[in-house]
């Protein structure tokens, strides 16, 4: 009997799940290329969940998530149109939202209003009783980017896109929405945050597990990403939690020679707010807000406080307190017609 070739990609999952003594973890190359051969479909599906599962169970190093996220692009930069204004923020948003609102939505809307272009991007509906930036868009009357020219049509003419996982990156969305069947996350769920699709100069990450976030700055350096932040995020996602403390770990290229170092903001509320009960989360809230036809006290703290947060990083402001008085300032000036009611 003849034996079976190896399969090309067999030797990555090899080198994940060699045991305990002879497992390590994949180089930036190695990682680059697996997930390159995962993206055009080269691998079989027993392959893909082993690999997956395998590297949940290890944890990504940074050079892991870097070379994952370098393989996305390789494949991605054929769509992308060559006249795609280059955005000043990149803001990905994959974990949605379950007991607060996307107020960092207004966030991004803030910088758009000064014409400072933001790109989002992210996941939709891949996990079940959580509010995503697409049905929050649809609230507010705006739409997500249908295709790569939507997105540079609409930072052109709105200074904003919010381009979800289907249209960036339809192979990752298949993958994101494997957490029903492998009844775990995998890496797919982090590693798209440092996508920068639109090498935007500063990149902002949201997180949601202590513990990781040298692991997000390693991968941003390798990337060559020369202003980034990244924070435990309310729910997971780029917005600051204010009724708590908040560690910033930032690369900034003025600041402790480009390595990476670290803020503590201080809450801005004395009392967290007591959560919206799950599955009730009314994103047109967020648009009445924007137009000052409702008061929310915890909403507009998270909007300037997480806005405070990118100015830093975006190097607009020298310290957290002059951060937060600027961010204040542009919330205050915020174009309220911008927002219509529906």
């Not at 930069?77 to 955005?87: G, H, K, L, Y």
């Not at 006290?297 to 020298?318: F, H, M, N």
Request: hydrophobic fraction near 45%; glycine fraction near 8%; charge should be negative.
């Amino acid at each position: 009997m003849t034996a079976s070739a190896e399969h090309p990609f067999a030797k990555f999952v090899a080198i994940l799940g060699r045991g305990k003594t002879k497992q390590r973890h994949l180089t930036f190359e190695e990682a680059r290329e697996s997930m390159a051969m995962i993206l055009r479909r080269e691998t079989e599906p027993e392959q893909t969940g082993a690999f997956l599962m395998l590297l949940r169970l290890k944890e990504e190093s940074p050079d892991e998530i870097a070379g994952f996220a370098a393989a996305v692009r390789d494949v991605i930069s054929d769509a992308v149109p060559a006249n795609a204004p280059q955005p000043a923020f990149d803001i990905p948003s994959y974990a949605g939202k379950r007991k607060q609102l996307p107020w960092y939505l207004l966030a991004a809307f803030t910088l758009a209003a000064q014409s400072r272009k933001v790109c989002m991007h992210g996941a939709e509906g891949h996990t079940a009783g959580r509010l995503y930036i697409g049905e929050a868009l649809a609230a507010l009357g705006r739409e997500m980017a249908r295709s790569w020219d939507d997105a540079a049509r609409q930072l052109e003419q709105d200074n904003f896109t919010y381009i979800p996982l289907h249209v960036l990156q339809p192979r990752l969305d298949e993958l994101i929405n494997l957490k029903p069947i492998l009844g775990l996350r995998s890496p797919v769920n982090t590693f798209p945050r440092l996508i920068n699709p639109l090498n935007a100069p500063v990149m902002i990450n949201g997180i949601f597990h202590r513990g990781f976030l040298e692991t997000h700055t390693g991968a941003a350096a390798q990337l060559g990403q020369e202003r980034f932040a990244v924070f435990r995020g309310e729910g997971g996602e780029p917005e600051r939690r204010v009724g708590k403390t908040c560690e910033v770990a930032y690369l900034m290229p003025e600041e402790n020679g480009g390595e990476e170092f670290r803020e503590r903001w201080p809450a801005m509320l004395e009392e967290p707010r007591v959560p919206v009960e799950e599955g009730q989360l009314d994103a047109r809230l967020l648009g009445a807000v924007w137009r000052g036809e409702a008061a929310h006290e915890y909403g507009e703290a998270a909007v300037i406080g997480t806005l405070a947060v990118w100015l830093r990083t975006a190097g607009e402001a020298a310290s957290m307190e002059q951060a937060e008085t600027l961010a204040r300032d542009m919330w205050q000036d915020r174009p309220r017609q911008l927002l219509a009611a529906a």
